[in-house]
């Protein structure tokens, strides 16, 4: 069974850092492109972060700096380093996997995981 499963996430102060984990099984990593996007109560998904097949790295502006995706093809996981938390970050994060760069930064991927929850506040 094909899966993406998220962990790490929590109630975290301002300013506090927290690391995102978000496990493959049923496929492998390796040649997939991956992305981490998150939604926040009453807005649109947002993609915050990518990480190609080939380990080149995008981040949004609102994350550019604080934020650090990274991948680990021998363990099939991807990761989110949040670091200078915000308020502003609270939201529902997902990660998703796909063999196109293309649909991943559109949000429009193969796999989904089922989201991990962050809040930040004091």
């Known amino acids: 069974q094909v899966q993406l499963v998220e962990s790490g996430g929590g109630l975290v102060q301002p300013g506090g850092s927290l690391r995102l984990s978000c496990a493959a099984s049923?496929?492998?990593?390796?040649?997939?492109?991956l992305g981490w996007f998150r939604q926040a109560p009453g807005k649109e998904r947002e993609g915050i972060s990518y990480?190609?097949?080939?380990?080149?790295?995008h981040y949004a502006d609102s994350v550019k700096g604080r934020f650090t995706i990274s991948r680990d093809n021998a363990k099939n996981t991807v990761y989110l380093q949040m670091n200078s938390l915000k308020p502003e970050d609270t939201a529902v994060y997902y990660c998703?996997?796909?063999?196109?760069?293309?649909?991943?930064?559109?949000?429009?991927?193969?796999?989904w995981g089922q989201g991990t929850q962050v809040t930040v506040s004091s």
């Open positions: 998703a996997a796909d063999s196109s760069f293309s649909n991943v930064i559109t949000g429009r991927t193969d796999y």
């Open positions: 049923g496929f492998t990593l390796d040649y997939y492109n």
């Open positions: 990480i190609s097949s080939s380990g080149g790295k």
